[in-house]
């Protein structure tokens, strides 16, 4: 049974900064993505950085990467499989960004892979306000 365990949320003011970090129970070779989602208040899920660790055929996937719009230039998504780690690094934060962030990992991507229902394992949650 994987675990992923999500830490690093917080609160800070617009502008600032967050790293959040996923460590996984065991090695993540055989996971194809692994991502950060998050769910604002009153909203559903949404993908918000994916990185392809396996193509489909199970080869290198060269850490391809996907992020939503609203994040692109701000967030980076990256990994240190030594420690079986996946990090979010959050910067110039805004209100909007407030919600909770979960991490995620899954044995294929999908054609989709920052949607949601792609991913089988999933972190407990690190809340991240963010206020003006």
């Known amino acids: 049974q994987v675990q992923l365990v999500d830490s690093g949320g917080g609160s800070v003011q617009s502008g600032g900064s967050l790293r959040l970090s996923c460590v996984a129970s065991?090695?993540?070779?055989?996971?194809?993505?692994m991502g950060w989602f998050r769910q604002r208040p009153g909203k559903e899920r949404e993908g918000v950085a994916v990185?392809?660790?396996?193509?489909?055929?199970?080869?290198?996937?060269?850490?391809?990467?996907h992020y939503v719009d609203s994040v692109k230039g701000r967030f980076t998504i990256s990994q240190d499989r030594a420690k079986n780690t996946l990090y979010l690094q959050m910067n110039n934060l805004q209100p909007e960004d407030t919600a909770m962030y979960y991490c995620?990992?899954?044995?294929?991507?999908?054609?989709?892979?920052?949607?949601?229902?792609?991913?089988?394992?999933w972190g407990q949650g690190t809340q991240v306000t963010v206020s003006s």
């Open positions: 990185t392809e660790l396996l193509d489909a055929d199970g080869g290198d996937a060269d850490g391809k990467q």
């Open positions: 995620a990992a899954s044995a294929f991507c999908g054609v989709y892979p920052l949607m949601p229902s792609v991913y089988n394992y």
């Open positions: 065991r090695q993540s070779y055989n996971f194809h993505c």
